[in-house]
């Protein structure tokens, strides 16, 4: 069994790996300019969300009853959502691969699946959890937003 420092080294080069691709997709973004400056702080849209964020799936897509329908890529420009992940990460995870789920457009998809769609990271929270199993887990709340 190891003790608490060992597993915290054991898990530093995973935070630098997580914080490394992070800011990588993050410099992707900063060319984009919103057109309205106050909605670049996700407190601002949280405090405020936009009609499509809190809009019920059926207002995002085209058809409510077109069955090929995807909230990722219907929801309209500049809309602004919070997501959690599915699981925590754990040692090994890659943070493309973690599934998120997002309330505001009743969506699971992994993070690549939403660069994919034309979203966005706006901000991202992560927490160092330890399980009863003396395990360290990283729970993940994403805002994003969508772009194209």
């Known amino acids: 069994m190891q003790n608490h420092s060992e597993q915290k080294r054991l898990m530093r080069p995973v935070f630098y ?4 691709l992070c ?3 993050l410099a992707g973004c900063a060319s984009s300019t ?17 009609p499509a964020s809190s809009a019920p799936l059926a207002s995002l897509s085209p058809s409510a009853e077109d069955d090929t329908s995807d909230p990722l ?7 602004v959502i919070t997501c959690e992940s599915e699981e925590p ?4 995870d890659k943070l493309g691969d973690v599934r ?5 457009i009743n969506a699971s998809a992994t993070l690549t699946e ?6 966005r990271i706006e901000d991202l929270k ?23």
Do not use: N, Q
Request: hydrophobic share 40%.
């Open 89 to 92: 990460m754990e040692a090994g």
């Open 126 to 148: 992560m927490t160092e959890v330890k399980t009863p199993e003396g395990t360290i887990v990283v729970p993940l709340r994403l805002t994003l937003r969508k772009l194209f």
């Open 23 to 25: 800011a990588t997709v």
């Open 100 to 104: 998120l789920v997002c309330k505001g």
């Open 34 to 50: 919103p057109e309205d400056p106050e909605k670049t702080s996700p407190a601002i849209a949280e405090a405020a969300p936009s």
């Open 73 to 79: 890529i219907d929801a309209r420009y500049r809309t």
């Open 114 to 119: 939403f660069r994919d769609a034309g979203w």
């Open 17 to 20: 790996a997580v914080t490394l």
